[in-house]
């Protein structure tokens, strides 16, 4: 008798992910919803959103998170893109120590990496404040703005550069029309990848920020903290509407990076 042959599927592989992922991200996600729509009664209701857009302190705090995170944003593109593009370049793309140096930060606690930047901002005299959040912001999240750009700019074909200057084009058009339209890709994945987090983190603002930095995400920590089951439904409101933001930031983020990336390609672009 033959015995028939057992076929494994490689997407076996995906099965505990696809349960981690139903766990700890699906089923969390859904609660937050339905708490959001539920009222300190158990009924269906809009009022916990209600609450959301009439309290003026929520808008408050959501432009000024949204601040930080456009700041500290910008000046992390302004000092990644240069160092991305020196370690990139022919005399350093061997040496990848330098671009380990900027890595190494990230393997240390996070406490531990903004206490002791607290303490040098206090030592050179920078009290808690904006610009302190900002630095902080800036320290933590800077290599998810380097480390995009750098990839880009390292895999990039090296032959259009050639081309370029073989047509006659300096070192100022080389890189306005060849190198920066072609690593808008990870500046675009960069900045997608350091507003999204700096948008819903507040734990750097509470540690090296005043009560002028306070953000949104403090806002719903403490709604759940308080123990307080009515604040559960307006705190879930306040996710829901932070979340939809954060979606809406990942979509255009995928979007304008789909179409560089074309652009970028020759492809054609409707």
């Not at 959501?62 to 000046?75: F, H, N, Q, R, V």
């Not at 996070?110 to 009290?127: E, H, K, N, V």
């Not at 050639?162 to 890709?185: R, Y």
């Not at 509407?241 to 990942?250: D, F, G, N, P, S």
């Amino acid at each position: 008798m033959s015995k028939k042959a057992t076929t494994f599927r490689p997407t076996a592989f995906a099965f505990p992910y696809l349960a981690v992922t139903v766990i700890f991200v699906i089923v969390p996600l859904v609660l937050i919803l339905i708490y959001a729509f539920r009222g300190e009664d158990g009924s269906f209701t809009f009022n916990n959103f209600v609450q959301v857009f009439k309290e003026k302190e929520n808008l408050s705090q959501l432009g000024k998170t949204i601040g930080l995170a456009l700041i500290s944003t910008a000046i992390c593109l302004l000092i990644a893109y240069p160092v991305a593009f020196v370690l990139a370049s022919s005399p350093f793309n061997k040496m990848a120590i330098l671009a380990l140096l900027f890595i190494i930060p990230m393997w240390i606690n996070f406490m531990l990496r903004i206490f002791a930047l607290q303490s040098l901002l206090q030592m050179i005299g920078l009290q808690k404040g904006y610009a302190s959040a900002v630095i902080g912001m800036v320290y933590d999240f800077f290599p998810y703005m380097l480390l995009p750009i750098y990839t880009v700019l390292l895999n990039m074909d090296k032959s259009y550069l050639e081309a370029s200057k073989d047509l006659g084009a300096n070192t100022v058009t080389t890189f306005f029309k060849i190198t920066l339209p072609l690593s808008l890709p990870g500046v675009i994945s960069g900045i997608s990848m350091m507003f999204m987090p700096i948008f819903s983190s507040y734990a750097i603002t509470e540690m090296m920020g005043d009560a002028n930095t306070s953000v949104i995400g403090a806002k719903i920590a403490s709604l759940f903290e308080n123990q307080n089951y009515g604040n559960y439904g307006y705190g879930s409101a306040l996710s829901f509407v932070l979340l939809l933001i954060v979606l809406a930031v990942m979509f255009i983020g995928t979007y304008l990076t789909n179409r560089t990336e074309k652009t970028s390609k020759g492809g054609k672009v409707k």
